[in-house]
């Protein structure tokens, strides 16, 4: 049975920037192991482990409370992609040893996704939404989503998988840094491809705690170089990359002011339901009378007046705490907090700097995206957190 193991565990990693169907069957196979080892006794719940259980009881219990009891109590299945934190835990020791092994078949399957990347922001093509070949349209004027459904999808996935592959080149043995290598600088293209702003600056967050055991100095470094990198696309690259730059910080910018209005209807809302929240899955049909004073300031050129996003408010820890209330959103920091605190005493290096800067990444990115709720994106963070907070294996498998 470990092979059968071990064949989910490196299904995952092919599949994590690729398919979310596969993602779905490598987890599900995994998760029976899981389940197999806490029916026979064999797993026991480590500090960050038990407060994500706690969360997953609180959430059923605002479920029921929830005003629309049945959605929300379906919303509950919607946070399966966080269980990827307890399978991890519960593997065995012979398939964690196999970390290394794992990010290359990460970092093969983050290769073969530039080829859809550059051809979409490059050429225009946008197959999954307008089966167009070849668009005459400027560089950057189609998101690279790769073989996802969506760009901010794509870009989570991949700046996830760069970290990741950066901690093992800085701190991991030198052998396969050749595949390694080629993963992360297509990792670093696919975020960039993606014009995702959220993971820019998801990216530059992780770039000090990847280096934070290097020197002050060595993170000062690439910092600079960083915003040398993003002055020089902002100042000279395609004419929509330099739109995105420039409109990071324009209040006018339809997608800028969309996220403060979502926001501030969101903080109405969540002071209405303060310690039980609405429900997990409830927000679509719940935020529309809160949403609605703020429709008429968002403005897209070509579309109807009023809000394009629908299922969520673009913030991981506003949507927390909308559907489990207060509560839910400490126990959900609570959460980060112990597995941060484990990561920190990992042994380690390679997956502990690699895992909390993939983390630091998602998080600060949440800021400004649910990416909590976007299922390809948290299964893989919360697969490697889970993964990095169960027992260090001391001497890994070949």
């Known amino acids: 049975m470990a092979g059968v193991e071990l064949f989910f565990f490196y299904l995952f990693a092919a599949a994590a920037p690729l398919s979310i169907a596969a993602i779905n069957a ?25 407060l994500l259980v706690a969360w997953f009881a609180w959430a059923t219990v605002c479920a029921l409370a929830s005003p629309l009891r049945q959605e929300a109590l379906t919303g509950v299945l919607n946070f399966w992609s966080w269980s990827a934190f307890l399978t991890a835990t519960a593997l065995s020791a012979a398939v964690r040893g196999r970390y290394a092994r794992w990010a290359s078949f990460l970092s093969v399957s983050m290769l073969l996704t530039l080829p859809a990347s550059l051809t979409e922001f490059f050429l225009g093509t946008d197959i999954f939404h307008h089966q167009a070949l070849r668009q005459n349209v400027p560089p950057g004027a189609v998101n690279g989503y790769g073989y996802f459904s969506h760009h901010l999808t794509y870009a989570g996935s991949m700046s996830v998988g760069a970290c990741v592959l950066a901690g093992l080149l800085l701190y991991g043995p030198a052998r396969g840094r050749l595949l390694q290598g080629a993963g992360f600088f297509a990792g670093l293209v696919g975020v960039a491809t993606s014009l995702a702003r959220s993971y820019f600056i998801g990216l530059l967050a ?31 690259g395609p004419a929509a990359v ?27 809302q969540i002071s209405d339901r303060p310690l039980l929240g ?47 209330g207060v509560p839910g959103l400490l126990l959900f920091l609570a959460f980060l907090a112990a597995v941060v605190r484990a990561l920190l005493r990992h042994p380690d290096p390679a997956l502990k700097w690699g895992v ?6 998602f ?36």
């Open 278 to 324: 609405w429900g997990p899955g409830t927000y679509e049909k719940t935020a529309g009378v809160y949403k609605a004073p703020y429709a008429q300031f968002v403005k897209y050129p070509n579309l109807p007046v009023g809000f394009k996003t629908k299922g969520h408010c673009h913030d991981l820890y506003l949507m927390v705490a909308q559907q489990t």
């Open 242 to 268: 330099r739109a995105r730059f420039r409109a990071l910080g324009d209040m006018s910018n339809p997608s800028n002011a969309e996220r403060i209005y979502l926001w501030t209807a969101a903080l109405h």
């Open 363 to 398: 998080l600060v990115g949440g800021l400004f995206e649910y990416n909590g709720g976007d299922v390809e994106v948290a299964t893989l963070v919360f697969f490697l957190m889970g993964l990095a907070c169960a027992p260090p294996v001391l001497e890994p498998s070949p």
């Open 206 to 236: 992780a770039a000090p705690v990847l280096l934070w055991p290097k020197g002050k100095k060595r993170v000062a470094q690439a910092i600079a170089a960083l915003l040398l990198v993003a002055c020089a696309l902002a100042l000279f």
């Open 26 to 50: 490598a987890l599900g196979g995994l998760t029976l192991f899981f389940l197999a080892r806490l029916v026979r006794g064999r797993w026991r719940p480590n500090l960050p482990a038990s």
């Open 356 to 361: 909390l800067a993939a983390l630091a990444a």
